[in-house]
Every structure is written in C-alpha cells, then in structure tokens.
C-alpha cells in the first residue's frame, strides 16, 4: 500500500525553500520564477519561512498579499506549497517591545536583536506572538488547494538560559523527581562534594562559572532543552492544527543535531524531513556518504514511513570549510540517494540565489545571472526528470529486518562521563563502523531505540549502549528471550537513566545473564596502540580504543585477547538466551569482527541483500516496495565506472525502458529498476 505525503498530489516533489519576499520590489522576476519552475521539472516551492516582517510589518498589522499573489502563482503555474510557519526569525519590532523573547547565553548575556534561530522557547509572549500568526495563516491558506503541507519554522535548535527558561527548568525536575527533593539528591548523587540540594529552588543551570560536576543535572538540562524546544513546537502546532487539522506538519531537522532528541520531536509530526548537506568530493569521503545514508534511515525510521529531503544544495553550500562544487552528476546523485532510502521529495536550499546578505553565494536552482542557461539549473532539470520518470515509486516504503539502536540520551551520557577517552567517545562514528557493513552489502537498515517495538527485527545492532533503563532492559530481555538476535558492545548497561552506576557488576541486571557475561573493568589504548585478537577459528583482528575484561559466564566465546595482561580472557561471546543469541564484542575495531558475524547472519537468517552478489566498495543498492512492486536503486559512489554488475536477475531500468540483469555504473551514478510482472 502507497502512503503519500498528501493524498491530494501523490507525486514526488521537487523544489524547495523560495524566498519571493526579497523580489517584491521586481515582481517581474516573480512570473519568471514560475516560468523556471516548470522548466526546471519542479513542482513545489516552500514559502514563508523568513517572512514574518513582511507579513506583519507592525504588532498586529498583517498585510499577506504577498503571499496571497505568490500562492496563487504557484498553483496557476502546476505547483504546490509547503508553507512554513514564520518563527524561524522573528521582526525587530517583536525583539524590541518584548526583550523577553531574546535568548540569553550560558554566560549569562542578553542576546541583541539580529541573527536567526535565537528566540527563547519559553517566552509566553514569543509563543502568543507566533500563534496569533499561526492561526492567522492556517486561517487564510488552510483550504487553498495548492497548500499541501506546514514547514514548522526553521531548524529549531539552540539552547537558551535565560530567567524564564531556568524557572521553566526548576520545575521540569521537579516533575520528575516527584517533587521529592531526596529522590533527586539521590538521582542526581549530590552528597559528591557537598553540593546538597535543600529544595528546587536551589537548581540553577549547568554553568561554567558554577556546577558541571553533578551528571544528573547536565544529563536533564539537555532533556529539558530537548523538551522545551519540543513543546514550543507543539504549540505552533496546536494553533495550526485547531484551524486544519488535516494538513501533515513536518520541520526540517538536521542530521543527528546533538541539542534535540529527535525521537521525541518526531511523536509530535505527520511527516519528518531533514537538510542534508554532505561534503561531497572530500578527503572523508566515505565517512559523507555513509553518515548521509545513515541519516536517511534514521528520517524514515522517525515515522517508519516515507519522508522528505526538506533541504540540499544545488550546486555548493557556502558554510563548509571549503565550498567544493559539486561535479557534474552529483546534485543529481544527491537527490536519488535520498529516494532510495524512502524520500518523497528532492528539495532545495535554495531556489533562487538571494542578492545579498550571508547567503549570496549559496547554491541555487536560479542563479544571480538569472536564466535557465547555466549548470547548475540543468542538473536540477535532469533530477526532476529522473523523478517523472520514476514518479510510480512514489508512496512506497522500505522493508528492513535489520535495526540499529540510536539514543541521544545515551549519547549525551556519554559524552560526559569522565573516563574512557575523556573527550571524544566516538558513538554515532562506532554505530556508523557497523551501519557501514551492512550498507556496503545492500542490506537494508532501520533506526530504533530501546523504547521502540523490536519484535519485527530479526536482528538488532546497539553498539554502546551506556546508558538502559528499566523498560529498556526488559525490551533487551524479552526480545532476545523471544528468539531475536541482540549484538552490542563494550559499555553496555553501565548506567541508569540519570546517570546513576548500576551496582552489582556490568551489565545492569538480569543483562548479565542475557550476555552470559560479566564486565569487570575496562581499559582505554592510547591512540595507535592495538590489542591482538584471535577468533576461535585462528584469525587475528585488532583492538583500538577500549578493550573491556570480561568473564564468560554461561557465553560460548567466539574471540580472545591475545596481547597484553589481559591475553587469554573473552572478547567475543554469543550467549543463547530463550529462543535467541545475545553478542557482546568487548573491544573497539574497524568492524572486521562484526563483517564476519554479519556473514554468518546474513545465511543464517536469509537476510536479504538488494542484489544478490557480493558489491564493489562503495558501491550499493536499495529496494523499495509497496506489497505489489519492487524498486531497486543501484549507487556508485566508488570512484570508478563500474560495468556489467550481476542484478541477480532480470530487472527494467525506469529510464531508458531497457530489460537486463547486469548494471554499468559511472562514478557518481544511481540506476533505478522496477521488477518485472
Ligand atoms: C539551513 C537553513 C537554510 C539555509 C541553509 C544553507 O539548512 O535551514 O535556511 O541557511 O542551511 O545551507
Ligand atoms: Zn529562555
């Protein structure tokens, strides 16, 4: 069955963020811009996003005939609209009147006016403000037929300490410590260095003048700026959806953005979508276009259904280090890869080139020179052509048995904790090593957490995980036991939700027995140091980074450490627990341990591989399907032209209508196929 995005235009879109209010004064480039659109295979423009002052130029002066005229132009010109909502930047007047809304740094600075992204979330006057806006404009454009999705402001972010946050603050812990001030001195392990709380009032924000020491505190400041921020959006959301509850909301989220739990943003939104702006042509190459995939499992995964690519640069973005084009070929790439893993849009930053400011020389579909007579344009045009192509694939989704485990509060633990490598402890790069292999071998992924169902995975991947609480160890338990396959690693199960040492030896609870395993100590190799490995069957891998010691305490050990003190004792278990296998990999390594587990896993299970044959590196294929068609996506990012790559069977190429069972690749090239009846 085919989901779409709205039911109203199942078709893929492709377009992306439109700023016409910096044209108003040539509105001559306005028709010329619909003109484009067509010409360029587009059919969608997102509008709105930065237009506060000028549709409010006054407190409560609304003048929206700006966006009356562009709507209409859109939708005369075949297109349609995702409208944002405008508090991504708000108008000096608002800045002005209500200093309140300003954000206020760690150190204690009042922001001034200027710059974006930088209100207070907790501000009641900021959240008034753009609900009266909100409501104005699901009000006036709830109904137009070209209107198909709301853009919730812009890349909510930041973190902001200001007065009203830190009140807003004392009593987000205090809800969860039940009002019970013992409870949080207990979770919190406050008596360390006398630092007793006497009652709520005497939390203060984490502060670098004052105390960073307490975990349990910097652990809920990030859980409450993750909620703040998510509960100022479900008021923008609130005040749209009393006027038309049946149009999807979505925002465009950023990567895995450190400062927002998207897990839980995502409960709040129909439709997830994010800004992917990878580093193409880079000395890391690899590491780009693995954490992009990785990124845009994880959107599907959000919603467990298709989503958009909300944002992406045509051309170049401006904001790297080094703003390297992109080479002929690649926009193109850019935007299918997206498709492959269960997009339904191609959307970019930015349609047209804005004159002047920070983002002048920005990529755009149209740029300063103002024609369709350039590169760039052209390699938009044959994106959008690639998707008319292909449109059917629309509306479908992605079937994976496979999951990997990603917790931002895990992450953020771990990012505190003093000890390991104190600075840099290496967990999304650690969940990519493993997501790597399987991608390299056409298997397709979903992103999960410990609080998600997993009984519809056949194997489930948490690398890391440092932090569990209760539910999610019985989850662990429970899904092994009912004969799922669990692989972690190294730090599993150290520490409660507040960050609280589990007692009685690692991992926490009845994971020990899960495991078969127990964790006595763990030791941290300085960088370039190695411990020798050697599985049962000979082989030899190296360790880096952290190796623990443990016992086998039940587990078969499939692997042990063959250097140091330590020679002799597991590095590799599989415990059979219930009807199913727990793994734990004791140590850190490149993922060659894990690629020959996968090996077994993949005949034993009957995973299954999008083609059939071992692939080239850097090169892999994707399926997407609807219960009645099958789509398979083939991707070169190898460096070389790839020819005559077994498909397995026969498979016809959506574009050129041919029928083969073999794939010639350019480098940079995504070929898409649908099966055949
Ligand atoms: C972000 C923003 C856009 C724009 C682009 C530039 O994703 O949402 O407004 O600034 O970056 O790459
Ligand atoms: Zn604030």
Same mark, same amino acid.
Request: proline share 4%; glycine share 8%.
């Given at each position: 069955?085919?989901?779409?995005?709205?039911?109203?235009?199942?078709?893929?879109?492709?377009?992306?963020?439109?700023?016409?209010?910096?044209?108003?004064?040539?509105?001559?480039? %306005?028709?010329?811009?619909?003109?484009?659109?067509?010409?360029?295979?587009?059919? !969608?423009?997102?509008?709105?996003?930065?237009?506060?002052?000028?549709? !409010?130029? !006054?407190?409560?002066?609304?003048?929206?005939?700006?966006?009356?005229?562009?709507?209409?132009?859109?939708?005369?010109?075949?297109?349609?609209?995702?409208?944002?909502?405008?508090?991504?930047?708000?108008?000096?007047?608002?800045?002005?009147?209500?200093? @309140?809304?300003?954000?206020?740094?760690?150190?204690?600075?009042?922001?001034?006016?200027?710059?974006?992204?930088?209100?207070?979330?907790?501000?009641?006057?900021?959240?008034?403000?753009?609900?009266?806006?909100?409501?104005?404009?699901?009000?006036?454009?709830?109904?137009?037929?070209?209107?198909?999705?709301?853009?919730?402001?812009?890349?909510?972010?930041?973190?902001?300490?200001?007065?009203?946050?830190?009140?807003?603050?004392?009593?987000?812990?205090?809800?969860?410590?039940?009002?019970?001030?013992?409870?949080?001195?207990?979770?919190?392990?406050?008596?360390?260095?006398?630092?007793?709380?006497?009652?709520?009032?005497?939390?203060?924000?984490?502060?670098?003048?004052? $105390?960073?020491?307490?975990?349990?505190?910097?652990? &809920?400041?990030?859980?409450?700026?993750?909620?703040?921020?998510?509960?100022?959006?479900?008021?923008?959301?609130?005040?749209?959806?009393?006027?038309?509850?049946?149009?999807?909301?979505?925002?465009?989220?950023?990567?895995?953005?450190?400062?927002?739990?998207?897990?839980?943003?995502?409960?709040?939104?129909?439709?997830?979508? +994010?800004?992917?702006?990878?580093?193409?042509?880079?000395?890391?190459?690899?590491?780009?276009?693995?954490?992009?995939?990785?990124?845009?499992?994880?959107?599907?995964?959000?919603?467990?259904?298709?989503?958009?690519?909300?944002?992406?640069?045509?051309?170049?973005?401006? %904001?790297? !280090?080094?703003?390297?084009?992109?080479?002929?070929?690649?926009?193109?790439?850019?935007?299918?890869?997206?498709?492959?893993?269960?997009?339904?849009?191609?959307?970019?930053?930015?349609?047209?080139?804005?004159?002047?400011?920070?983002?002048?020389?920005?990529?755009?579909?149209?740029?300063?020179?103002?024609?369709?007579?350039?590169?760039?344009?052209? @390699?938009?045009?044959?994106?959008?052509?690639?998707?008319?192509?292909?449109?059917?694939?629309?509306?479908?989704?992605?079937?994976?048995?496979?999951?990997?485990?990603?917790? %931002? @509060?895990?992450? %953020?633990?771990?990012?505190?904790?003093? =000890?390991?490598?104190?600075?840099?402890?290496?967990?999304?790069?650690?969940?990519?090593?493993?997501?790597?292999?399987?991608?390299?071998?056409?298997?397709?992924? &979903?992103?999960?957490?410990?609080?998600?169902?997993?009984?519809?995975?056949?194997?489930?991947?948490?690398?890391?995980?440092?932090?569990?609480?209760?539910?999610?160890?019985?989850?662990?338990?429970?899904?092994?036991?009912?004969? =799922?396959?669990?692989?972690?690693?190294?730090?599993?199960?150290?520490?409660?939700?507040?960050?609280?040492?589990?007692?009685?030896?690692?991992?926490?609870?009845?994971?020990?027995?899960?495991?078969?395993? +127990?964790?006595? #100590?763990?030791?941290?190799?300085?960088? =370039?140091?190695?411990?020798?490995?050697?599985?049962?069957?000979?082989? $030899?891998?190296?360790?880096?980074?952290?190796? #623990?010691?443990?016992?086998?305490?039940?587990?078969?050990?499939?692997? $042990?450490?063959?250097?140091?003190?330590?020679?002799?004792?597991?590095?590799?278990?599989?415990?059979?627990?219930?009807?199913?296998?727990?793994?734990?990999?004791?140590?850190?390594? &490149?993922?060659?341990? +894990?690629?020959?587990?996968?090996?077994?896993?993949?005949?034993?299970?009957?995973?299954?591989?999008?083609?059939?044959?071992?692939?080239?590196?850097?090169?892999?294929?994707?399926?997407?399907?609807?219960?009645?068609?099958?789509?398979?996506?083939?991707?070169?990012?190898?460096?070389?032209?790839?020819?005559?790559?077994?498909?397995?069977? $026969?498979?016809?190429?959506?574009?050129?209508?041919?029928?083969?069972?073999?794939?010639?690749?350019?480098?940079?090239?995504?070929?898409?196929?649908?099966?055949?009846?």
């Amino acid at each position: 069955m085919k989901k779409y995005i709205n039911e109203k235009f199942p078709h893929f879109l492709h377009g992306g963020d439109y700023n016409p209010e910096q044209w108003i004064n040539t509105k001559e480039i %306005w028709d010329e811009d619909m003109r484009l659109m067509n010409l360029a295979n587009c059919n !969608e423009m997102t509008v709105g996003i930065f237009s506060w002052a000028t549709i !409010e130029p !006054e407190e409560g002066v609304f003048d929206f005939s700006f966006l009356d005229e562009i709507i209409d132009k859109v939708y005369a010109a075949g297109g349609r609209v995702i409208l944002a909502t405008p508090s991504g930047a708000r108008p000096r007047w608002l800045a002005e009147k209500y200093p @309140e809304v300003l954000r206020v740094t760690e150190m204690g600075e009042k922001k001034k006016y200027g710059g974006r992204h930088n209100h207070c979330y907790t501000s009641p006057v900021y959240r008034e403000k753009v609900r009266i806006i909100n409501t104005k404009l699901a009000e006036r454009y709830g109904k137009h037929p070209a209107v198909i999705a709301w853009h919730l402001s812009n890349e909510y972010g930041g973190v902001c300490y200001c007065p009203l946050c830190e009140a807003a603050f004392k009593k987000f812990v205090a809800k969860r410590y039940h009002n019970d001030i013992n409870e949080l001195n207990t979770q919190w392990w406050s008596t360390f260095w006398s630092h007793n709380y006497r009652s709520f009032d005497d939390v203060e924000f984490p502060s670098p003048l004052g $105390e960073k020491s307490i975990h349990g505190l910097t652990l &809920d400041f990030k859980r409450f700026t993750s909620y703040q921020t998510t509960d100022f959006m479900k008021s923008e959301i609130a005040a749209i959806k009393a006027v038309c509850p049946d149009l999807p909301v979505t925002t465009n989220m950023m990567g895995f953005y450190d400062t927002i739990n998207y897990w839980e943003m995502g409960e709040e939104l129909d439709i997830a979508s +994010w800004d992917s702006y990878p580093q193409w042509h880079s000395p890391n190459h690899e590491t780009q276009i693995i954490s992009t995939a990785l990124c845009h499992d994880f959107y599907r995964s959000l919603k467990g259904r298709s989503y958009l690519l909300m944002e992406s640069a045509p051309g170049l973005v401006n %904001w790297h !280090e080094y703003n390297k084009l992109k080479r002929p070929g690649v926009d193109r790439v850019n935007g299918l890869m997206a498709i492959a893993h269960g997009s339904d849009s191609v959307q970019y930053f930015q349609w047209r080139k804005s004159r002047g400011s920070s983002e002048k020389f920005h990529g755009a579909v149209v740029d300063h020179e103002g024609t369709e007579n350039t590169r760039v344009f052209n @390699e938009v045009k044959k994106t959008g052509a690639t998707l008319k192509a292909i449109d059917e694939i629309c509306g479908t989704g992605v079937v994976s048995r496979v999951a990997i485990v990603y917790d %931002w @509060e895990n992450r %953020w633990a771990l990012q505190d904790a003093q =000890g390991f490598q104190r600075r840099e402890k290496k967990y999304t790069d650690t969940l990519r090593t493993y997501y790597k292999k399987l991608w390299s071998r056409g298997i397709s992924v &979903d992103i999960t957490n410990l609080h998600r169902d997993l009984s519809k995975y056949d194997l489930v991947i948490a690398p890391m995980q440092y932090m569990v609480d209760e539910e999610s160890i019985s989850n662990i338990e429970a899904y092994v036991r009912n004969g =799922g396959i669990f692989y972690t690693t190294y730090m599993l199960g150290m520490v409660n939700e507040n960050d609280l040492c589990y007692l009685g030896g690692f991992p926490a609870k009845n994971l020990k027995d899960v495991f078969g395993i +127990w964790n006595e #100590e763990i030791d941290t190799l300085y960088p =370039g140091e190695t411990v020798k490995i050697v599985g049962a069957d000979g082989k $030899e891998y190296s360790a880096v980074d952290n190796c #623990e010691l443990i016992h086998a305490r039940g587990a078969k050990v499939l692997a $042990e450490y063959a250097s140091e003190f330590y020679a002799g004792r597991p590095a590799l278990t599989v415990n059979e627990y219930g009807k199913g296998k727990a793994y734990y990999q004791a140590f850190r390594d &490149d993922g060659s341990v +894990w690629a020959d587990i996968l090996d077994t896993l993949v005949s034993t299970l009957g995973l299954e591989e999008a083609i059939p044959t071992p692939l080239p590196n850097m090169v892999t294929a994707h399926i997407r399907e609807d219960g009645e068609n099958r789509y398979l996506f083939v991707e070169n990012y190898s460096g070389t032209e790839i020819s005559g790559l077994s498909l397995g069977k $026969e498979w016809k190429d959506m574009e050129s209508g041919e029928i083969s069972n073999k794939v010639d690749l350019k480098d940079f090239d995504i070929k898409i196929f649908k099966n055949l009846l």
